[in-house]
């Protein structure tokens, strides 16, 4: 049981990008999507959102053809709550820009944060009540690369310590044995994926990438030197959610406290309106959505919600 608990201790921690399995709450909302669990994204990638949004779907014109602005960060975003009127976005740059609607879908962690986006007047105490109550945890990845792989793809391999092993771990490479597995992405032949999660995924994040690369073998061949000959690394990419300005963190969870908000992620994804009703600020994002949050679908289902609840009241 020395072994097992920490051991399932991480797994749960991988799965909701939370610190500690005391902390997740066994009333959570979230509901599995109905089919296949471990859909890859290698033949299509993520590129797909991309060429819908930007125009390039079924061979379209691209983004050419869209008023898009890249590399502009919205600092200030101010709307109409005792009038009517546009709503007014201030940006880093200086430029500023008046819409009739925004949406906002910005990370819960973005939100919490409250420096690098702000809204005028603040926001509904109830909106940052829920703000305030949502959790979001770290989920990083470390991936590494090689000239050559022999491994399976697709396959897990978990890390399975005995207590006198773990005891003898240094202090400063403690966080090595909280990491509770590699795998094989079945996009590439040649890279490998460790997995690290709340306040050892903050700390990872703030390590040297060759001080990482160089611990991770380590650990890599202390638990897989029978299975298979691991050579050298060729490169590392690290993820760094929380470091991010724009995430921080990787996505929401329900914990012990949310669970007793059950209507948290309903007031998030509330809109913003003006004195006479209109939809002024809307917000979508994983966090809004009441059974599918943490996911990429969950993300865009809000997301084209929240558009079409828009166009809909829109007069042509």
């Known amino acids: 049981m020395d072994e097992v608990m920490p051991f399932l201790n991480l797994v749960v921690n991988n799965h909701e990008s939370s610190n500690d399995w005391n902390d997740v709450s066994s009333r959570s909302g979230y509901t599995e999507l109905d089919g296949p669990q471990y859909l890859s994204w290698h033949k299509q990638g993520y590129h ?11 061979n379209g014109p691209g983004w050419p053809t869209l008023d898009v602005k890249l590399n502009t960060e919205v600092t200030l975003i101010k709307w109409p709550k005792d009038s009517t009127g546009d709503v007014e976005v201030k940006c880093l740059d200086g430029s ?19 420096k690098t986006l702000r809204f005028q007047p603040e926001l509904p105490p109830e909106k940052i009540k829920a703000i305030n109550v949502i959790p979001i945890g770290v989920m990083n990845k470390i991936i590494l690369k090689f000239e050559k792989l022999d491994l399976p793809r697709g396959v897990f391999y978990g890390f399975l310590w005995k207590s006198e092993d ?41 390590m040297p990438s060759d001080v990482v690369m160089k611990k991770s073998m380590e650990l890599i061949r202390k638990f897989m030197a029978k299975v298979a000959d691991i050579p050298e690394p060729t490169g ?5 959610w929380f470091s991010n300005p724009f995430t921080r963190g990787s996505y929401s969870y329900d914990n012990t406290v949310v669970a007793d908000y059950p209507d948290a992620r309903a007031t998030l994804e509330a809109p913003l309106r003006d004195s006479a009703g209109a939809l002024k600020v809307l917000f979508a994002g994983e966090a809004t959505h009441p059974i599918y949050f943490s996911t990429v679908h969950g993300a865009s289902e809000t997301g084209l919600k929240t558009a079409e609840r828009l166009l809909s009241n829109i007069t042509l």
């Open 96 to 114: 500023e820009y008046k819409a009739d609607n925004v949406i906002v879908t910005v990370s819960v962690g973005v939100l919490k944060d409250r």
């Open 166 to 206: 773990r005891a003898r771990v240094s202090v400063e490479d403690r966080w090595t044995t909280q990491i509770f597995g590699v795998s094989t992405p079945t996009g590439t032949s040649n890279t490998i994926t460790l997995w690290t999660s709340g306040t050892i995924g903050l700390l990872v994040e703030s």
């Open 48 to 58: 797909s959102f991309f060429d819908i949004l930007l125009n390039k779907y079924n």
């Open 236 to 240: 590392i990419l690290m993820s760094k």
